[in-house]
């Protein structure tokens, strides 16, 4: 709900929904109502990595760890990274990451499939990143 309070929603409290920029967003849902709505996908954000049910996790189609690069962010990955067959299970898409640090984030998180973000301080903003996002769902969809 925190959304509500910056940006002008459209909020429908009883369906637990907000809609900001064509995006539904559900909070506290029915999963079996919500994909039962016909959406073509549905992305879930499973909260910080150290909370994370790797259960829930491992049951989606596609998984991705979306963080930083910072020296300290990155041992909070350690949990993922032993997952066994982690490396052909999942993906990163990773935010602020220095030029000249590349080839040692590539080293650290080799066998991974790796995205670096570009910078989107909004994140609603439309065109950013196409080129990854057309690479993470080919498999799913005619991009012309």
Known sequence: MYLARIYPVNANEQNRMLQYEGIDMYFDANMQEITGMGYDFYIFDLGRIDE??????????????????????????????????????????LNHAPKNELPMIREILAGFKLYFSDYAPYPFEYGINLRAYREIFRDYITVS
């Open 52 to 93: 994370l049910d790797a259960e829930s996790f491992i049951s989606k189609d596609i998984r991705f760890v979306v963080g930083g690069t910072k020296a300290w962010e990155m041992p909070s990955y350690n949990p993922v990274l032993s997952i066994p067959g982690a490396e052909h299970s999942f993906s990163f898409i």
